[in-house]
C-alpha cells in the first residue's frame, strides 16, 4: 500500500537548507511543508522554490501540528534546544551536524533524547556517498581480509571567512567530524587520539586560533590505525579520498573529476581540469540518500541513519583531537561507544 509522503518542516534556509529543501522537494516520499527562519526573506525564498507556508519561529512551525518531522540545518547554537523541542513534540528530527561545539550540553540532552524513543538523526551525509558506501560494504564482506588501515584525505578548496572561523568550534568540530564520523563507520570504536594542526596560510586560522591543516592519527579498540588529512585549501579543487587496507588487497576512492575531457599534446599528457569545487556538488547524491535513509528511519524499516550517539561520539573525538593538538599528547577516549553499521 502506498504512504502518503512524510509531511517536513525545515529550520534554516543557508546554504545547506536550500540543499536539503531541493531534496524534500525532490522525493516522492517526502513534502515541504513549513519553513523557519529568522531571516524571513530567506524562508520566502526557498519556499517560492520548493513550496510550504513560511515563519521566523522554528517554535511555532515546530508546533504547528502539520508536521510528521523536522530537519534543522540552522546555525550550530541553535541545535540542541531544536533537537529538544522536537522530541518534547515526538517529532522525528534529522540534524546538520554537529550536536553542539559543547559536549557539556550534548550529554545534558542525552538521558532525555535515548528516553523518549523519537528518532533522532545527525546529518553525517558522506557515509551515503555511493562511492564510500561501497567501499565500506566490501570491506564488511572481507574482501580485503581484516581492516588494518585506513586513510582519508580531506582538503578544501579555500578557507572560509574569518568571521565564520570564529564561531565554527575549529577545525576539528567543523571540518575533521565528518571524517571522524567516517573512521567510525569503518573502524568502530576509538581509543585513541593524536593530532597535529598548523597554521600555515590562513589569516583567519591564526587570528582565531584555529589550524588551517592538520593531520590526525587515531586508534581503534580493533587495533586497526586511522590516518586523516586535512587543509583548509586545495589548488587542484575538493579533495576528497579515501583508502581502506588489509591483508587480502586494497580499496580506494579517488576524487570526482569535473569533466571527463583530457588534453593531450607535446607539452602534457591527459591533462585534465581541477576536481569538483564544491562539497554540494561532490556529495549531491549523499545527500538525497541521507534524506532516504532518514524516512526509513521514521517508519520503522532498516536503517543506517548516523544516531544521536554517532554525533556525541564523532564530538568527543574532535575534542580530544582539539587537546592532543594543543598539548602534543595522545589522547584516550574513556567512553567508547557503538557504531551502527
Known amino acids: 500500500m502506498r504512504q502518503n509522503p512524510m509531511r517536513f518542516g525545515l529550520i534554516g534556509t543557508g546554504r545547506i537548507g536550500q540543499v536539503h529543501a531541493a531534496n524534500i522537494a525532490a522525493n516522492p516520499a517526502a513534502e515541504l511543508v513549513g519553513i523557519a527562519d529568522p531571516f524571513i526573506d530567506g524562508a520566502k525564498s526557498v519556499a517560492s522554490r520548493f513550496g510550504g ?30 533537537i529538544e523541542a522536537c522530541v518534547d513534540a515526538g517529532l522525528p528530527v534529522l540534524c546538520e551536524k554537529p550536536i553542539d561545539l559543547d559536549i557539556v550540553r550534548v550529554d545534558a540532552l542525552r538521558p532525555k533524547v535515548a528516553a523518549s524513543g523519537v528518532p533522532v ?23 580485503i581480509g581484516e581492516l588494518e588501515h585506513l586513510s582519508i584525505v580531506s582538503r578544501d578548496p579555500g578557507p ?51 589550524f588551517d591543516t592538520a593531520v590526525v592519527t587515531l586508534r581503534a579498540a580493533s587495533g586497526a590505525i586511522v590516518t586523516i588529512t586535512n587543509s583548509r585549501h586545495s589548488a587542484i579543487g575538493y579533495d576528497q579520498r579515501l583508502e581502506a587496507f588489509g591483508a587480502l588487497g586494497m580499496l580506494q576512492v579517488g576524487n570526482a573529476q569535473s569533466s571527463l575531457v583530457s588534453y593531450s599534446s607535446a607539452s602534457s599528457v591527459e591533462a585534465r581540469d581541477p576536481y569538483i ?65
Open 160 to 210: 572560509p571567512p574569518a568571521s565564520y572561523i570564529g564561531v565554527s568550534g575549529g577545525i576539528f568540530r567543523d571540518m575533521t567530524i565528518h571524517d571522524f564520523d567516517m573512521a567510525r563507520f569503518f573502524v568502530g570504536d576509538i581509543i585513541e587520539v593524536s593530532a597535529t594542526g598548523a597554521r600555515l596560510f590562513d589569516a583567519g586560522a591564526r587570528e582565531h586560533g584555529d
Open 121 to 143: 538523526a545527525l546529518g553525517f551525509n558522506q557515509r551515503f556517498d555511493p562511492s564510500f558506501a561501497r567501499v565500506h560494504m566490501r570491506v564488511l564482506a572481507g574482501e
Open 277 to 341: 569545487e564544491s562539497f554540494i556538488e561532490r556529495y549531491t547524491q549523499a545527500y538525497a540518500l541521507e534524506l532516504d535513509e532518514f524516512i526509513k528511519l521514521v517508519r520503522g524499516g532498516q536503517s543506517s541513519s548516523p544516531s544521536f550517539e554517532d554525533g556525541r561520539a564523532a564530538l568527543m573525538i574532535a575534542d580530544a583531537a582539539q587537546r592532543s593538538a594543543e598539548e602534543g599528547i595522545a589522547v584516550s577516549i574513556a567512553s567508547a561507544l557503538p557504531i551502527a553499521n
Open 53 to 82: 507556508t513560511v515563519t521566523d519561529s522554528p517554535e511555532q512551525l515546530i508546533h504547528s501540528r502539520q508536521l510528521d518531522a523536522v530537519l534543522v540545518a540552522s546555525p550550530t547554537p541553535t541545535h540542541v534546544e531544536l
